[in-house]
């Protein structure tokens, strides 16, 4: 059975980092794109990492040079390393597998940029 | 980036009524579009992806049309477990991008 959970949400103060993991079981992070998505409150998604089997990584435009997507191996995990964080980036941070379209969903972390 | 617009932004229905929402994408992206529907406080669930094609597991009563720049997601004989927002995504190109939903509220 496939399962992602996400942890390591949390508040953060303005310019302040946090690093986001999402343990996968099931299947194989490294075989697949994987991504993370985020919905601000009472918002819609917004796709702000993916990376690729092969390990090529994209970016959002809001997110570019402040995030980091990366993924263990030998842990199955996917990380996003959040940096310079806004009050913009508050949201709910969601890991997925991502082959083209989001077929598993992690249950999502809260990330809340306040001061 | 290429925009993806949902029409309308929230319908009422009744239970057993047939619902059919729209998303329209900025320019030609083929086939490459999914449906997720999402209750509050949970993550999205696939519907169908390449505009046409049922995720396995979801129920029959749920079809998407549609290519080119015109999407549509139908909803036969609404259940209550249906009662939902429903996002559509592009996946044609970087950034995927995703309208801003849905909301399917009992009448």
């Known amino acids: 059975e496939v399962q992602l959970v996400e942890s390591g949400g949390g508040l953060i103060q303005p310019g302040g980092s946090l690093r986001l993991s999402c343990a996968a079981s099931?299947?194989?992070?490294?075989?697949?794109?994987m991504g993370w998505v985020r919905q601000a409150p009472g918002k819609g998604l917004e796709c702000v990492s993916v990376?690729?089997?092969?390990?090529?990584?994209y970016y959002a435009d809001s997110v570019k040079g402040r995030f980091t997507i990366s993924r263990d191996s030998s842990k199955n995990t996917l990380y996003l390393q959040m940096n310079s964080l806004r009050a913009e980036d508050t949201a709910v941070y969601f890991c997925?597998?991502?082959?083209?379209?989001?077929?598993?969903w992690g249950q999502g972390t809260l990330v809340f940029v306040s001061s | 980036d290429i925009q993806m617009t949902q029409s309308p932004s929230s319908v009422s229905a009744s239970v057993g009524d047939t619902v059919t929402l729209t998303c329209r994408a900025s320019?030609?992206?083929?086939?490459?579009l999914a449906w997720y529907q999402q209750k509050p406080g949970k993550a999205p669930e696939l519907l169908i992806y390449?505009?046409?094609n049922l995720q396995s597991g979801v129920p029959s009563r749920f079809s998407g049309s549609g290519s080119g720049t015109d999407f549509t997601l139908t909803i036969s004989s609404l259940q209550p477990e249906d009662f939902a927002t429903y996002f559509c995504?592009?996946?044609?190109?970087?950034?995927?991008?995703f309208g801003q939903g849905t909301k399917v509220e009992i009448k």
């Open positions: 997925a597998r991502a082959l083209y379209y989001f077929d598993y």
């Open positions: 099931g299947f194989t992070i490294s075989s697949d794109y």
């Open positions: 990376i690729y089997s092969g390990g090529n990584t």
């Open positions: 320019q030609d992206i083929s086939s490459s």
């Open positions: 390449a505009a046409t």
């Open positions: 995504q592009q996946a044609d190109s970087f950034p995927w991008t």
